[in-house]
């Protein structure tokens, strides 16, 4: 018997025989490779993490996600955990959200209330040791008006506070110790020109005052640094008793020798420019006292 095998036409598009589905992948059978996630080995090192299903190509790489896997690539389920709840009891109900550009005045009294800031401004107290404090009461009122008026919380508040009178005292402080070695320098000075006659002018000076009616009391000014050891009023007070106790200061300096450098150096120019002064002859009389003189006169112009 013969039998006859019918030929089969098949379309181009037609599956193979066997069974659909689209032809293997060059280089064999499998599943196809990732979408084209990277693992940053910087972040990850040794370990090839095994990432739960579901979770972002755009997240795998975040540094914060290490500490949750083992050296076995496996998710720490417990460390996960942990942190969970950990970071839901900071999100507490004392959290306090930043408010944003277009917060209503309501949310910004929220956010600063929780910050610190009191809102009835009789509860918003500031204070500072009066004793030693270097602000004053009114300052003080001040600024606690300022503060509360600019929602500052009242702890930082009281610490700002603190901290500007703590730099105002150094700053007094160093003002004072500046000015204090000014005037040390300006009496040094003044002593320097006067040198020996310093006291008798200064003397002459206060004689003046208690003349023109000055009472003990007026007088105790020039105790204060600001007066006592200011050069130019010394000055002006000794020129214009100079003027009117004119002969008792002649007298004065004739008796005490009490010249300034700048008067002992005229006089002793005087002297020797002089060639008939009895300073230059010993033969002549009054010779030695006139050396004497000369002696002194050195003395005081070196001041002393």
Do not use: C
Not at 40 to 56: N, Y
Request: proline letters at 8%; aromatic letters at 6%; glycine letters at 8%.
């Amino acid at each position: 018997m013969r039998f006859q095998i019918p030929m089969m036409v098949m379309a181009p598009d037609d599956p193979p025989l066997g069974g659909g589905g689209a032809p293997p992948p060059p280089g064999g059978g499998g599943a196809p490779p990732p979408s084209g996630f990277v693992l940053d080995k910087a972040v990850w090192g040794d370990i090839t993490p095994e990432f739960p299903e579901g979770l972002e190509d755009t997240v795998k790489n975040e540094a914060s996600l290490k500490p949750f896997f083992g050296k076995d690539n496996k998710p720490r389920v417990a460390e996960i955990i942990k942190s969970f709840v950990h970071t839901k009891k900071q999100q507490g109900a004392d959290r306090v959200a930043v408010p944003k550009d277009d917060a209503t005045p309501e949310q910004l009294e929220e956010f600063w209330s929780k910050a610190g800031w009191v809102k009835d401004a009789a509860g918003y107290k500031l204070a500072l040791k009066k004793e030693e404090s270097s602000l004053d009461e009114e300052f003080v009122t001040k600024f606690q008006t300022t503060a509360h008026k600019h929602h500052i919380p009242m702890k930082q508040a009281q610490k700002l506070l603190e901290d500007l009178d703590k730099q105002t005292a150094e700053s007094i402080t160093s003002e004072v110790k500046i000015k204090t070695e000014q005037q040390a320098k300006a009496l040094d000075g003044i002593k320097q020109e006067w040198g020996s006659a310093f006291d008798t002018r200064v003397a002459l000076a206060k004689r003046l005052l208690t003349d023109s009616g000055a009472s003990k009391e007026d007088l105790e000014i020039f105790k204060n640094p600001e007066f006592g050891s200011n050069p130019a009023l010394m000055r002006i007070l000794f020129g214009a008793a100079s003027k009117i106790y004119k002969e008792d200061t002649v007298n004065s300096n004739v008796m005490t020798g009490r010249l300034t450098p700048n008067e002992a150096a005229m006089a002793i120019a005087k002297i020797q420019n002089d060639p008939k002064h009895p300073y230059h002859s010993k033969s002549a009389s009054g010779h030695a006292a006139a050396m004497l003189e000369m002696q002194e006169l050195f003395k005081m112009k070196r001041g002393k």
